[in-house]
């Protein structure tokens, strides 16, 4: 598959990696991640140009994110309605709320890099949960930065092991991802336990 990539990349440039970058976000199953790091890669031969690589996928992945953050502010009111049938989601749902008033500006910039399978979906539960345009915008394009940089910076410089680079970026986020889930399933059960004892 990584050949077939690659010469897509090379036939399609930039065109190709903005629109996986916008795409990723929206929960479509796009290695956009290998892609840029195919893309750097390919700038470090001079096939193709850094910075015109860097703007192109960034503009994608943020345009990405703003579909994503509006397609929840879009279906807020049918949640909010079906979360409210019950006591227990309506907690939930205000819960949520809560925690994206609170801790959601990191949580959105961390999910653009460093746990990137969750964005598509902090991009929606961002929209759904009433997180500010301005406030999701800052820390959604500041973690976009990162990972465009990050991701075509390591293809660039490490473009002759960039089979094993991917392989290893890959699996540390994955495995990171892994971890913040479980960290938060361990925490919502712990305060689920303390409200029910007191």
Known sequence: MSDWLTQALLTYGPLLLGLSTFACCLIVPIP????????????????????????????????????????????????????????????????????????????????????SPLGPYVNIISGAAEMTWARFTLWASLGKLVWVGLYCGVGFVFAQNLPRVARMLGGLTWALTGVAILTAIIAIYWQRRRKRKA
Do not use: K
């Open 32 to 115: 956009a991640s290998w892609l840029m790091l195919a893309a750097g890669a390919l700038a470090s031969t001079g096939a193709m140009s850094l910075p015109v690589l860097l703007v192109v996928a960034y503009v994608g992945a943020v345009l990405g994110d703003q579909l994503g953050y509006f397609t929840g502010v879009a279906i807020h009111d049918r949640v909010q309605a079906i979360a409210g049938r019950h006591r227990r989601s309506a907690q939930l749902f205000q819960n949520a709320q809560d925690l994206t008033a609170s801790r959601g500006g990191l949580g959105v910039f961390l999910s653009r890099w460093l746990l």
